[in-house]
């Protein structure tokens, strides 16, 4: 009986996944090449949303915690960084200017890292890079409201594959 060809190439798929995935993948961000431990930083990046917000989802981790907003409401947190959450954006954004703000944070190490990304069906809409704002420092109360300026706010430095 004469082999199959096609078997061994189906073994091949997860891997071909994998490295798309790995091809266009978000930037770890952070305010600065090496964190301090017990760090905070709160960063911020406002988008346009082209058409309907169905089916739109965030992926989202950092070393160590965070805790995420859009468009001002409360959308989730987490403390695992080796596995993204996703979260389903719908409810979330609208069409038109939409403001992803997360508070991140460091506990121990000076290793630290968060990254995002929102798609839409196969499509990406934003991406953590370093065109992100950042403030080490507490930027007071309403911070996460899409209307609070933050002009004054340095874009990112800092980048990297991963935070270890």
Not at 37 to 57: C, Y
Not at 134 to 140: E, F, H, L, N, R
Not at 141 to 156: M, N, R, V, Y
């Amino acid at each position: 009986m004469k082999k199959q060809p096609i078997l061994p190439l189906l073994r091949l798929l997860p891997f071909a996944a994998l490295v798309a995935a790995v091809e266009a993948r978000p930037q770890w961000i952070w305010a600065a090449p090496k964190a301090k431990p017990g760090q905070t930083i709160w960063v911020r990046r406002t988008f346009n949303l082209e058409g309907p917000a169905k089916g739109a989802r965030l992926s989202v981790s950092a070393d160590n915690t965070w805790e995420l907003w859009i468009n001002g409401e409360f959308a989730g947190r987490g403390n695992e960084w080796a596995t993204p959450k996703r979260i389903n954006a719908e409810k979330f954004l609208k069409p038109g200017a939409n403001t992803i703000a997360i508070k991140a944070g460091n506990d121990a190490s000076d290793a630290a890292g968060l990254v995002v990304r929102v798609e839409r069906g196969k499509a990406v809409l934003l991406e953590s890079d370093t065109t992100w704002k950042a403030s080490a420092a507490d930027p007071g109360a309403g911070w996460e409201k899409p209307e609070t300026a933050d002009g004054s706010w340095p874009c990112l430095l800092y980048t990297s594959p991963s935070p270890r």
